[in-house]
């Protein structure tokens, strides 16, 4: 069966400082991840995604996650954050045609 | 720019009440989706479409119906509503075709179901 896990449902984080948010998955098969935004009181939003290619893939707003098929990770990561990152993170695998199971979410509080 | 829209921010309902959770998109959309999102649980899939009078269960269709007559419009409905029903529902729409197309979501319905 396929699922994703997220480990830390709170992280709390400084503003200017680094984060990363941890994904793993559980998949026999090949796989498409996404990483997911939520913001307070809005509907989810992609934030990025790795279909194939190179496993590094990047959103226009700083944020980066690597694919990483040996540890089957897809960590989100930011070097420096911003209050308005402030948000819930939901990391997404595609099943079958059109399917995405979603993670539990990661809670990320951005401190000033 | 794609819009979802979906016809309450939030609901308060009785016990063993009908629903009617409303779903519009205006990016002709084949694909349409409706979830539930609960703390701790991410988001979990109710129903979707892939086209107009056609219908799939998802992961935890039982205590939904579903209705899509037109192309833009998918309707959730509780026939009668619960309170472990109380939660954030939220619509969804993309593309058809064999290769990930991205889904655009809505604002979320908070139903309270009392």
């Known amino acids: 069966a396929q699922s994703v896990t997220q480990l830390d449902s709170q992280v709390p984080v400084f503003e200017e400082a680094p984060v990363e948010l941890r994904c793993n998955y559980s998949s026999s098969v090949s796989v498409y991840l996404f990483w997911y935004v939520q913001y307070p009181n809005q509907g989810l939003q992609l934030l990025l995604k790795?279909?194939?290619?190179?496993?590094l893939v990047e959103s226009i707003n700083g944020f980066e996650a690597e694919f990483n098929k040996s540890q089957t990770s897809f960590h989100l990561r930011k070097p420096s954050v911003h209050i308005s990152d402030t948000a819930e993170y939901f990391c997404a695998l595609k099943t079958s045609y059109d399917k995405v199971i979603f993670g539990p979410g990661t809670s990320l509080s951005v401190i000033p | 720019d794609v819009k979802v829209t979906q016809s309450s921010r939030y609901l308060v309902k009785r016990t063993g009440e009908k629903v009617f959770l409303e779903c519009v998109q205006d990016?002709?959309?084949?694909?349409m989706f409706w979830y539930r999102q609960d703390p701790g649980l991410g988001l979990r899939l109710i129903y979707f479409s892939y086209d107009v009078k056609m219908k799939e269960k998802g992961d935890i269709p039982e205590g939904y119906s579903v209705s899509r007559e037109k192309k833009e419009r998918f309707s959730l409905i509780l026939e009668s509503a619960s309170t472990n029903q109380t939660s954030m529902y939220l619509c969804?729409?993309?593309?058809?075709?064999?290769?990930?197309?991205?889904?655009?979501f809505g604002p979320g319905t908070r139903l309270t179901v009392l």
């Open positions: 790795y279909l194939s290619g190179s496993t």
């Open positions: 990016m002709d959309h084949e694909n």
């Open positions: 969804a729409s993309s593309w058809g075709g064999r290769i990930y197309n991205e889904q655009f």
